[in-house]
């Protein structure tokens, strides 16, 4: 049962789709107090367990953390951080009652899930203008399916982006994309995505491209698809002010920027130099912006990515006069034979110049100095920070539905909110090449399925720092299970194509195996999808009288008859490994066959070497499996074996 509270004036974020009456009564579950903002609280039990909070650091369960949904520019990933590039309000109590509470607030608000006080939970914000909706039920995971319910079905991606693609930021020149594909063909390493990052525009200008390495861009656009190859080009959010570029004059002289509160346009530095914001949050101003991906759909693209939609910021004119006057005061107030002692040693950076210098960068004031005009009233963006992201995906996915109805284009975003999911996928940002990011990413996924994200992966190999190859082959196998599969790395490191490593079968196999399971990943995210059910689950939605079950985080069900444990550790040669009940242990081989073998219900050790792929089948369960393909259009659908239990039955979907 779903009930909605309303508290002051909300602001209507659209993230839920279902018209209910509002309750006049207050929540029967905690506390809840409206005086110098919003603050509710519950004693927690001893065996609660808090699911939920989508993209969040930490684990599956969020007891004994603190997290503050507040939309980051933040590629250090580590256990401390507290917000990430999604804001996503949703958590479950289960345990001695089970209820779910969605806190509908588009600004920044803080869970504190026993980390004052081990027995209490807070959520707590600075004004008291949401709804928040109580969603009571049998179980967590029927709580979930409810909630599901009530905000909109999930969005379906093509069927091409279940396959495998390659991504750098670095990538600049036709001859750096061709020879990325002539490696992964030449090497018959499955491909069917290419991404272009930000040096294919000219000049970093959303929706242009470089007119010196894309003369012809698209006949390069068909060149690729002509070898099954979809290029998937990024959009990022700021509109570079130059007079000349249509886009920036259009939408200056319709008034569809974020302004300043004197009416000016604001203006931020990112990677363009001085840009303006489109203001998505306007209805006619999203229109506007959806529609310029016409430009790169009638050149033949049909997938693309959003990014730094935050919206980040990397300084604002007046973060660099803050800078300024903070220098030119330390200079004025100390003796020279101090300032020439800075240069000459290369001291450290005085304290109140590096601090203007850290406030740079995504600073919250910079968040206070803009506005959006949202049905005529301006309203500031701090107040609706988090709706960003979501409103810029928006834009696109109800620009696809005019300019291409009959297509189903790929769209995935960073920043996003609950209510974004109907429009488009995420990837959880700039992770590191780190052992920790495996399990990280693997935790990640069923949580963010509760809010209704399906088309979810992370940057596989680690965007940041240097990747090696066991720890590329080991994710890898993780993300054969993810709906985006993706490979992606930053400029100045390594570089992580799968065709530069030694022994490059292994990773021919471990991405063919990718292409042999397409049949059922797909399948299943679409029942997900239709039904508003979840792709991953934990282990605890499926066996929720399981204590076992429930504490094991670093194993995950997928769709109703496999249950995935990925190895995450350096240097083994396998993994432990909870079995709730007889399930059998499924390996494909790198000669192309397939282990079996059946195990008992309880607590293994399993052997899989770096070229395995692993996987467990529950009992009385069969999944469908393809022979390998070098592309999603080659896998033969019509000519599929099943693997598991025999006399299993299995529901396939296909369309």
């Not at 529609?291 to 997938?303: E, F, H, N």
């Not at 297509?407 to 609950?418: A, G, N, V």
């Not at 809010?451 to 990747?467: E, H, K, Q, S």
């Not at 100045?492 to 490059?504: A, L, M, S, V």
Request: charged residues 25%; hydrophobic residues 35%.
């Amino acid at each position: 049962m779903v009930k909605k509270y309303v508290f002051g004036t909300p602001f209507e974020t659209e993230a839920v789709i279902c018209d209910m009456e509002v309750c006049k009564d207050n929540p029967q579950i905690g506390s809840i107090s409206v005086q110098d903002g919003f603050r509710f609280e519950y004693k927690i039990n001893d065996m609660d367990v808090i699911y939920g909070l989508g993209e969040a650091n930490r684990g599956i369960n969020k007891r004994g953390y603190i997290y503050v949904s507040d939309c980051s520019d933040d590629p250090e990933h580590t256990e401390g951080k507290i917000s990430l590039y999604g804001a996503h309000n949703f958590i479950i109590i289960s345990g001695k009652e089970n209820v779910g509470l969605f806190f509908d607030y588009p600004s920044k608000l803080t869970f504190d899930i026993g980390y004052t006080r081990h027995d209490e939970l807070k959520v707590f914000c600075d004004r008291a203008d949401l709804y928040v909706y109580v969603i009571t039920g049998e179980s967590a995971y029927d709580i979930t399916k409810q909630f599901r319910r009530i905000i909109g079905r999930s969005y379906i991606p093509p069927k091409f982006a279940f396959g495998f693609g390659q991504s750098r930021w670095g990538y600049r020149t036709r001859k750096d994309f061709d020879d990325v594909v002539k490696g992964y063909r030449d090497n018959n390493i499955p491909l069917d995505m290419l991404y272009l990052d930000i040096d294919y525009m000219q000049d970093y200008k959303d929706f242009t491209t470089n007119e010196e390495n894309f003369p012809d861009f698209k006949e390069f656009v068909d060149s690729l698809k002509a070898q099954n190859v979809h290029p998937v080009p990024i959009i990022d959010a700021g509109v570079k002010i130059e007079d000349g570029y249509d886009i920036y004059e259009e939408g200056k002289e319709k008034g569809y920027f974020c302004k300043r509160e004197d009416g000016t346009d604001f203006v931020a530095a990112v990677w363009p130099g001085w840009t303006h914001f489109p203001d998505v949050l306007n209805k006619d101003a999203r229109e506007w912006f959806g529609s310029k991906y016409k430009r790169l759909i009638d050149q033949g693209v049909d997938a693309f990515w959003n990014d730094m939609n935050e919206p980040a910021i990397f300084y604002t004119e007046e973060g660099v006069a803050a800078l300024d006057k903070a220098i030119h005061n330390y200079v004025e107030g100390n003796d020279i034979c101090v300032i020439e002692d800075i240069i000459n040693t290369a001291n450290a950076v005085p304290a109140e110049i590096k601090q203007c210098m850290q406030n740079l960068q995504n600073n919250e004031e910079d968040y206070k100095r803009f506005y959006h005009n949202i049905d005529g009233k301006r309203v500031r963006h701090d107040l609706v920070h988090n709706l960003y992201g979501y409103n810029m995906t928006r834009a696109a996915g109800e620009a696809f539905e005019k300019i291409a109805p009959d297509k189903r284009i790929l769209m995935f975003s960073r920043s996003s909110y609950i209510g974004m999911h109907r429009y488009g996928g995420v990837w959880t940002g700039d992770n590191k090449s780190w052992w920790s990011h495996i399990l990280l990413n693997l935790k990640m996924m069923p949580s963010l399925n509760m809010c209704g994200f399906l088309y979810t992966g992370a940057d596989i190999g680690g965007f940041g720092d240097n990747t090696t190859r066991d720890l590329l082959l080991r994710w890898l196998a993780l993300g054969v299970f993810t709906p985006l599969m993706r490979n992606h790395t930053a400029l100045g490191t390594r570089n992580q194509e799968c065709y530069r490593f030694e022994d490059i079968e292994d990773f021919r196999h471990v991405i063919g195996v990718r292409y042999r399971l397409i049949p059922y990943l797909y399948s299943e995210y679409m029942k997900a999808a239709l039904n508003d059910d979840m792709y991953f689950k934990p282990l605890g939605f499926v066996y929720p009288d399981d204590k076992m079950a429930i504490e094991t985080e670093d194993q995950l069900m997928l769709g109703n008859e496999i249950m995935i444990a990925p190895v995450y550790v350096q240097n083994t040669s396998g993994r432990h490994v909870y079995l709730p009940e007889e399930m059998k242990f499924i390996k494909f081989m790198p000669d192309g066959t397939i282990y079996e073998q059946l195990l008992d219900k309880g607590h293994h050790y399993v052997e899989i070497a770096l070229n395995e792929v692993p996987l467990f089948i529950r009992k009385d369960k069969c999944i469908p499996v393809a022979e390998a393909a070098q592309s999603v259009p080659e896998i033969k659908w019509d000519e599929l074996k099943y693997i598991g239990y025999e006399e299993a039955e299995y529901e396939l979907y296909n369309d």
